[in-house]
């Protein structure tokens, strides 16, 4: 078989840290498939990163010449660390009897849940950089190596497409954040819960036009991809898929996705065809990135019972996350729109929260009527002659479906605001009654 050039880092602090790293060295050498060419002189080093406080490491590498596929060396090495006594899997940063890392493995990139290649730490570590020059690596094969800052921006569906599929082969578990851009906390808080939840983590940004009525603010809808793409990185995200509208809407793209009764009222009566816009460019989503889990926020509960609907009906193999609405300090759910609001609207608008929280308040104090909960809520909005109410309503939880009149045992207000101060803007919210009262801001 063909033989790659591999380089593996080496390093021990605990116990004769020269015996191990010498130890593993030669039991590379008589492993079938693997030659050892060269090794480098061994230096100490102090632990670079958070850790307990441990000993001085001794480090250095060696290059080799291997007919083993990437997978199979990274279970030599995990082999010989195990030999030289270390347990696995073993915490990050830890004192070990051994380490033995792929560092490169010919030109070769590769993501995998259990390898990527080039190391993805490499580059951060004189300790390690040092002994590959000294074992011929060029400054030119390195900065070829080098890997593009996360998160990688793409902009082609192939290209996505491609960087999916490779995650999913190599067994990542993958999460997709569908978003609009003008990012904020709000979807950082997405980003976050998906990078916690998810081996590798993908972002959209996308305004998507044909959720957009036309009369309303497609050109004006804020856009900031330098600001996105630094809150993408802050929140871990490791690709973002930023296409035009051409690239997502072929020539001749035809196929629409309608949607039933969780999309017919309230948003979906105020704008006709915006669900059958977000569940079309959604399934497309789904569809390049085949994720395991996507996340959307509960700020859209509507949107997020639609795209419940989609993945029962459509059979899509994923998990439908649904994440908290995340608040400004004065209750004000954040939104990208927000934005548009001027100071006085600013000031005003977290009157939809106290009013979702009045509802709740009552509620909690032993009102079941839904009508007299919804009037609840209301009269708090009336009491703001800067909002006009759109839709006020309280629905079943989950699929928003309308409660019938009379005594009820929960459920969730939605309300549609509009403030016309400088200019129309019109906020989205919605809060559980049965959700505790001291917990609702969150």
């Not at 000031?347 to 839904?370: C, E, S, T, W, Y």
């Not at 459920?411 to 129309?424: E, I, K, P, Q, Y």
Request: glycine share 10%; aromatic share 6%; with cysteine.
């Amino acid at each position: 078989m063909r033989e790659v050039v591999a380089f593996l880092g080496l390093g021990a602090n605990i116990g004769d840290r020269e015996r191990a790293i010498r130890t593993a060295v030669e039991r590379l050498g008589v492993t079938p498939g693997i030659r050892v060419l060269r090794v480098s002189s061994l230096r100490e080093t102090e632990l670079v990163g958070d850790g307990p406080p441990q000993g001085m490491f001794l480090n250095g590498a060696c290059s080799i010449a291997t007919s083993l596929p990437a997978s199979a060396l990274l279970s030599v090495c995990k082999a010989l660390e195990l030999a030289a006594g270390r347990t696995l899997p073993a915490p990050r940063n830890h004192p070990r009897a051994l380490d033995v890392d792929l560092l490169l493995f010919g030109e070769e990139h590769i993501d995998t849940k259990e390898l990527t290649v080039p190391h993805p730490r490499l580059f951060e570590r004189a300790f390690v950089l040092e002994p590959l020059r000294e074992l011929g690596v060029s400054e030119q094969a390195l900065s070829d190596l080098r890997p593009m800052p996360a998160p990688r921006l793409v902009t082609t569906t192939r290209e996505f497409q491609a960087i999916c599929s490779t995650w999913i082969e190599g067994g990542c578990l993958t999460g997709l954040v569908p978003t609009m851009g003008a990012l904020h906390a709000g979807h950082g808080s997405l980003f976050e819960c998906a990078r916690k939840e998810c081996d590798r983590v993908a972002a959209t940004i996308f305004v998507n036009p044909k959720q957009f009525g036309p009369k309303e603010d497609l050109a004006a809808y804020p856009r900031d991809l330098p600001g996105d793409l630094r809150l993408c990185a802050k929140s871990g995200v490791d690709v973002v898929f930023a296409p035009s509208p051409a690239e997502m809407y072929a020539p001749g793209f035809a196929s629409n996705i309608d949607v039933g009764a969780e999309g017919e009222t309230m948003e979906g009566a105020t704008r006709p065809g915006h669900f059958r816009g977000v569940s079309t460019v959604v399934a497309r989503l789904f569809a390049i990135a085949r994720p395991h889990r996507a996340y959307f926020g509960q700020k859209d509960a509507q949107q997020v019972a639609v795209l419940r609907r989609l993945v029962r009906d459509l059979g899509f193999p994923l998990r439908l996350v649904e994440c908290p609405t995340v608040r400004e300090a004065d209750g004000l759910a954040m939104s990208s729109r927000n934005v548009y609001l001027d100071a006085k609207d600013r000031a005003a608008a977290p009157v939809i929260h106290r009013a979702l929280r009045a509802a709740q308040q009552a509620f909690a104090g032993g009102l079941r009527d839904r009508d007299a909960l919804v009037q609840v809520a209301t009269a708090v909005l009336a009491g703001e002659p800067r909002a006009t109410i759109d839709y006020l309503e309280l629905r079943s939880e989950g699929d928003l479906l309308p409660l019938p009149i009379g005594p009820v045992a929960g459920g969730r207000m939605l309300a549609a605001v509009r403030f016309s101060g400088g200019r129309t803007v019109r906020l989205l919210d919605n809060m559980s009654v049965v959700a505790s009262f001291e917990n609702s801001g969150s």
